[in-house]
């Protein structure tokens, strides 16, 4: 199946600095999701974004799909942005349409 | 005004016991997913419904078995309880379907914390 990674896997910070997360995957895919777990564990989805940039606030996301990556960045980290970030990407699922397939996480803190 | 729901919030049982953990969203979709997330912070689908019809099934132990009474609600029973399958499961829902070279944006609920003892 497919291979999501997401470094680094680990992320400290000051508030206030800027932050790249990066999201790998081993095969082609149709679309791909970030998400953002609180430290409270609610899932909240933050992109979708098969190709091409999307700009949300301070986040913005950039998925390369010729190449297989897909990038957070996260500006002016303030400490609500504390979290585990995941990206997911759309596979083949035994029923023959797509399922999502989470990738590793990213855990950042915000430093006040 | 929530939009995914799910009851219980933490479900504490002992070991070959029943359980069932109950999902509603009140978003209009028409599809509903099971998700599992292990210790060490994995997430794995493992279940699908479309307006009541099952539409991914994961290779999941047949002592979970997913139930949709109508498209708004999804349940999860688990039978037998093991060790193993302590996690946080989370219910989510999408307005469309996923077809083959499509899904749609997904929405989580709180999720439920099952410790099996």
């Known amino acids: 199946g497919i291979q999501v990674e997401q470094s680094p896997p680990d992320l400290i910070l000051q508030e206030g600095a800027n932050s790249t997360l990066r999201c790998n995957f081993s095969?082609?895919?149709?679309?791909l999701q970030w998400f953002h777990q609180n430290p409270w564990g609610q899932l909240i989805n933050l992109f979708y974004?098969?190709?091409g940039t999307k700009q949300n606030g301070r986040l913005s996301a950039t998925t390369v799909a010729t190449e297989r990556y897909s990038l957070l960045y996260i500006s002016s980290s303030q400490t609500t942005d504390s979290g585990v970030y995941f990206c997911?990407?759309?596979?083949?699922?035994?029923?023959?349409?797509?399922?999502?397939?989470f990738g590793t996480g990213t855990r950042l803190t915000i430093i006040p | 005004d929530t939009a995914v729901s799910q009851t219980p919030k933490y479900l504490v049982t002992q070991m070959g016991n029943d359980k069932s953990i109950k999902c509603e969203q009140n978003?209009?979709?028409?599809?509903m997913y099971w998700y599992k997330q292990d210790s060490k912070k994995f997430l794995k689908i493992m279940f699908s419904?479309?307006?009541?019809?099952?539409?991914i099934n994961e290779t999941v132990p047949n002592r979970f078995s997913p139930k949709s009474p109508d498209k708004a609600h999804l349940n999860l029973h688990i039978n037998s309880l093991e060790l193993g399958d302590s996690a946080v499961y989370f219910c989510?829902?999408?307005?469309?379907?996923?077809?083959?070279?499509?899904?749609?944006?997904?929405?989580f609920g709180p999720g439920t914390r099952l410790t099996v003892l």
């Open positions: 989510a829902s999408s307005q469309e379907a996923p077809l083959r070279g499509y899904t749609d944006t997904q929405y």
């Open positions: 419904y479309n307006n009541k019809e099952l539409i």
């Open positions: 978003l209009g979709h028409d599809t």
């Open positions: 095969d082609s895919v149709n679309n």
């Open positions: 997911a990407v759309a596979s083949l699922s035994n029923f023959g349409n797509e399922k999502l397939t």
């Open positions: 974004i098969p190709s």
